[in-house]
């Protein structure tokens, strides 16, 4: 008998219902164990283990396996003896007792153990990342992955969007990161440069007339990099005709609805929505996680001729707010100090502190604002006894940011995020331009071709800080998962655009005349949103990097451990592209 491959059972899906079956199955050795007389083996492939059992005749066969072997083996499946059976294991009732084995590769140990549970560092994990995909879990999250993809692609033909691949090769997107060059063999001192994202060719298909896109998108963007953050990730890229800002929203959350339930997570119907300004001012984020309290206070007020002189002006020059940490007042002096030094690379000096407790109220400012004076700020923060009451004084941003990062730190250090809980929304209403000091310019919080409000519109030039922009962000559990706009289909509103970020209309020729060129042969409302597949994933599988998403990704400093990229190269094939390479130090 051979079975073809697409006939053979996986490993791990082996039952009862298989009792007496005669199957052929493939996989790697995990375990071996000799009982004398028998020998047992667990064999594995990507959807689990099943016992196999060499006994009788076979006995000598079993006991040559060893480490990683690939084997091809044939028996009977079988019930396994009284008291044998294993409840922690799909396949835990049943064993194979195997008549034929054809050892089909020797494998040698390999560098780690390879379990779920493994004290493998990363980077060696990295530099193996075939072994370390051999693992169940892993395995899991490349299988969860491709059925997000698959419910994402089946969910946009239903809603009769069409995929379609946009260039690699192409020149600089604007979505405001370092763009990676690639240079040109044909066109000597000319680069290419990766896409940070599709934006430019979904607006041109508009155009084109296609009136719903959709691509599982690869960008590209030469940043520094974090846990949820590499130099290449993927995208749900989405452009539509027609829409307003309600239908992409619409859309998301139908698509949320769809890939979320593949892990037992029920999206609501519909998503909340916060503005904006909301955000900012409740949670100090514009991506809060509302899944604890912690919310920031108002006080301000309070602080004018207060006594104490660094709050007075703090306020008079920017913003004071606080939050109340609940039970906080039994926090000793050394873990006040260790918030103090978490806050400093947010820009804040450090956190003033208020306690209520059953002794009374401490500050280290009660000193200049009297007894009284704490218990005001106490009340103005609803701080009740056992409280902790932190406070931060100084620019709106900084006081914003510091809070903002404080809230999600005391949260997880104090435990407060509940087990099990998603909270989903939208944010709303987001400026259309942001305001670099350090460079004395306006930026576009999303990107230059996000429509303005139209109420909004015709104070771009005179008090363009105050336009809001026709764009949402959706983010889940304090994780942005996306963003998008309505877009510019205007021309003349383009151009304003670009002057209000400073780029002339030479620039702009430049670097997006052939957009503004196809805006003059009839360009549809339209609008999009992209989401990031590798954070969807990352938290559906209730992961925190999303390397482990991803099959294989770079580290923190952009370099791949298994294949050594980025490498040097052959001084011929620089010189075929025209490129001279000097190291600094040569001058
Ligand atoms: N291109 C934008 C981004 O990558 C998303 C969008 O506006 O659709 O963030």
Redesign the pocket.
Known sequence: MTVSAWERPWCGRLSRTDLGREVELVGWLRRRRDLGGLVFVDLRDRTGLVQLVFEDAMVGEGEKLSGQDVLRVRGVVRERAEGQANPDLATGEVEVRVDELELLSEAETPPFVIEDDTNASEDLRLSYRYLDLRRPVMAANLVLRHRVVAETRRYFDEMEFVEVETPILTRSTP?GARDFLVPSRLHKGSFYALPQ?P?LFKQLLQVAGLGRYVQIAR?FRDEDLRADRQPEFT?I?VEASFVREEDILLLTEGLFRRIFPLVGIEPPDPFPRLQYAQAMERFGSDRPDTRFGLELVELGPLCAGCGFRVLEAAAAEGRVKGLVLPGGAALSRKQLDALSDFVKPYGAAGVLWFKRTAEGVASPAKKALGEAGVERFLDAAAAGPGDLLLVVGGAEKVVLAVLGALRVHLARQHDLIPEGRHDFLWVTDFPLLEWSDEDGRFYAC??PFTAPRPEDADRLESDPATVHARAYDVVLDGVELG???IRINNPALQRRMFAALGIDEEEAKARFGFLLEAFRYGVPPHG???LGLDRIVMLMAGLDSIRDVIAFPKTTSGACLMTAAPAGVNPSQLSELGIESRRKDEG
């Open positions: 979505e994202s934006q960008c995208q890229d999303h990107h963003g998008g706009s999009g949103i992209a």
